[in-house]
Every structure is written in structure tokens, then in C-alpha cells.
């Protein structure tokens, strides 16, 4: 079982910077760690995803703007979200995705932290 704690939401100006970071405990092998966002009234989405390994994945609409990051000792994982637009507000949400011995996968998710992009 793996346990995730975001923190870094909050309240930035369109153009600003924030920086999202998730601490996981418990078993993260061959697990991949990311983000995912939801408004309210729309389906959750992934933001960037990363391996073990570095291997980083992103949606397009963050592409250029977020970088998404481990620090595999840690057992943590970072968003780096830069020039922000209104369109960006959220709450962000850390996923892990561990793959256990038979093959399934298996996601766990932090309780969010939100994400408001406004003057």
C-alpha cells in the first residue's frame, strides 16, 4: 500500500509559478508517480507521469510549462508548474501506479491539494 501527502496548492496570479510536491510512503517499486488534475464538473486528467527510471510523460497542455520530477531516495515526487494560466485551475491530485507481482496495477491517491490560478 502506498500513501501519498501533496502540498504546495495555493492561490497564483496567471503568468506565476508554483510548485506541487508529493511525499509517498510504504512501497513505491515499479511504481510510476504523477499528477493528475480535475475541475470541478470535469474528468480527471493526467498532467505528467514519471518512472522509476525518469522517464517522463506529459499532456499537451502542460507541455513547455511543467516539469514534472522524483527524488527516488525521497520517495518523492515534484511539479514545477510555470506561467500558469486560468485554464490550469484545479486540484491536483498524486497518483502512484504500482505494478504488483501478477501484473495488475494498482493506483493510490493523495487527497488533493487545489490549485487556483487568479488575480
Known amino acids: 500500500q502506498v500513501q501519498l501527502v501533496e502540498s504546495g496548492g495555493g492561490l497564483v496570479q496567471p503568468g506565476g509559478s508554483l510548485g506541487l510536491s508529493c511525499a509517498a510512503s510504504?512501497?513505491?517499486?515499479?511504481?510510476?508517480l504523477g499528477w493528475y488534475r480535475q475541475a470541478p464538473g470535469k474528468q480527471r486528467e493526467l498532467v505528467a507521469h514519471i518512472t522509476s527510471g525518469g522517464s517522463t510523460n506529459y499532456a499537451d497542455f502542460v507541455k513547455g510549462r511543467f516539469t514534472i520530477s522524483r527524488d527516488n531516495a525521497k520517495n518523492t515526487v515534484y511539479l514545477q508548474m510555470n506561467s500558469l494560466k486560468p485554464e490550469d485551475t484545479a486540484v491536483y491530485y498524486c497518483n502512484a501506479r504500482k505494478t504488483v507481482l501478477s501484473g495488475l496495477q494498482y493506483d493510490y491517491w493523495g487527497q488533493g491539494t487545489l490549485v487556483t490560478v487568479s488575480e
Open positions: 510504504g512501497s513505491t517499486f515499479s511504481t510510476i
